[in-house]
Each structure stands twice: as C-alpha cells, then as structure tokens.
C-alpha cells in the first residue's frame, strides 16, 4: 500500500537519483514526480562526485535511490556500496535506497550492513518505489520480502553462528521482531501498551547494543542472531 498523501498539505520528500543511464534516470524522475509529495531535487550520473555535490547545495536529498553498479573511479571501485558508505559518513540524516538490475544475494546482506536502508530491483513496480520511499521515511527501513528471503539464504550458506555477546531484555527482544516485521514506532506503540518515546528509547538502546548502523541493520543483526526468522 502506498502511503505519501496526496495532500497538498503533506510535507515534500526530496529525492535524489545517483543513475549513470541517462533515460533509466530520466523515467525514474518521470515517474516520481507524479506522485504529489515528492520533489527530485538532485541527479548524478556518477557515485564519485556525489558527497561534494551536496555539499555544495542548499538543500538536501531526504531520500536517495543510489544505483548499485556506477562507473569506477579511475582503477578505483565506487558504486552503490561506495555511495552509501560515504554518506553514511558525511550525510547520516539521508536514507538510501539501493537499485540493482537483478537480486544479488552476494550484495543484499552486505550493503545493509553498510549503511542502506532499502534495496529495490529496476524492474520493480512504481507503487513498490513509492512504498520504499515511504518506509525509509518513516520505519527507518524497507526491505521486501525477496531481500529477507536473499539475506536468509546467505546466512544459511555460510551458516553464521550467533556472535552476539550482550543480553537483551525481553522487552527489547519484542521491540525487534516488530521492528523486522516492519511496523512503525507508533504501531510498536499500540501493540505493546507504551508510548512512542519510550519505543525510540528501545530502539536507541538496540542500535547501541547492536554495533547496528541503522533500523535495516537491526533486522540484518536478528536474522544472522537468531533472533527472528521471518
């Protein structure tokens, strides 16, 4: 279901498109700006020049939908992991949603533990970009249940055994299975009788006890954990 309101009313998301195919970029723009409440305010063909291009700029990209492969750099790799690492440094508010041509279990696992919060295939419908945009925004995370099953599959591969050291309270354990299932801190809220504060309040303690870099991150630490199998 998508959620950005149509309402003029509704604040604008910004968007930013890191795409070195010009008319894929250009029918991504196409595309959300039909969707009232979304603005795309910054394009690059180029992963490289990204960080000092929106250091430069006014305004910054709520949102960014980063291509997976991007030209090199020279000799020097820096595609969609690069991007993300590097604004995952210098921009840390902005959420980053990861495009690739095909679903790559090699790559799903490894981009959300370093600093994606969503990934998406170019072939997916329009409805699901909005509802990804939308996730970030406001879970914090958006990842569907082709990039669960991906990341599964690698930790059943590699058979990765549970490395975590530090106890978690009950309360926080529940807190994260619902925050893997994708509710918002007002739905974890409701369902377990607390407010929202005390809700960022788990989820603050998570991310610290975690080493997790954000909400994607904390789903990723529950499966390899054992925490929660989806």
């Given at each position: ?6 309402s003029?009313?509704t ?13 894929f ?5 196409a ?15 180029e ?9 430069a ?11 997976l ?13 690069e991007?993300?690492?590097a604004l995952?440094?210098h921009?840390p ?6 495009l690739?041509?095909h ?5 799903i696992a490894d ?5 994606a ?13 909005f509802d990804?945009?939308t ?8 990842i569907n249940?082709?990039a669960?099953?991906?990341i ?5 591969r590699?058979?990765?055994?549970p ?17 893997c ?7 974890i809220?409701?369902?377990l ?5 005390t ?7 998570l991310?610290?006890k975690?080493?997790?870099?954000n909400v ?10 054992g925490f929660?199998?989806?």
């Amino acid at each position: 279901m998508n959620n950005i309101s149509s309402s003029s009313t509704t604040a604008v998301t910004r968007i930013g498109l890191v795409e070195d195919q010009f008319l894929f970029r250009q029918g991504m723009r196409a595309i959300l700006q039909t969707r009232q409440g979304l603005e795309v305010i910054f394009e690059s063909a180029e992963g490289y020049t990204v960080v000092d291009q929106l250091k430069a700029s006014a305004v910054l990209p709520d949102v960014m939908l980063v291509d997976l492969s991007l030209p090199p750099l020279g000799k020097e790799e820096f595609g969609g992991k690069e991007v993300a690492l590097a604004l995952r440094q210098h921009f840390p508010d902005i959420k980053i949603i990861i495009l690739s041509g095909h679903e790559d279990e090699n790559f799903i696992a490894d981009l959300i533990g370093n600093g994606a919060h969503g990934y998406l295939i170019k072939d997916s419908d329009p409805s699901e970009v909005f509802d990804a945009i939308t996730a970030v925004i406001t879970k914090g995370s958006y990842i569907n249940p082709r990039a669960l099953k991906a990341i599964q599959n690698q930790v059943s591969r590699k058979r990765v055994s549970p490395s975590f050291n530090t106890q978690l309270t009950k309360r926080e354990e529940e807190v994260l299975q619902l925050i893997c299932l994708q509710l918002t801190s007002e739905e974890i809220a409701d369902k377990l009788s607390i407010s929202v504060k005390t809700v960022h309040g788990y989820r603050i303690s998570l991310l610290e006890k975690t080493n997790s870099i954000n909400v994607a991150g904390l789903t990723l630490f529950a499966i390899k954990n054992g925490f929660v199998k989806l």
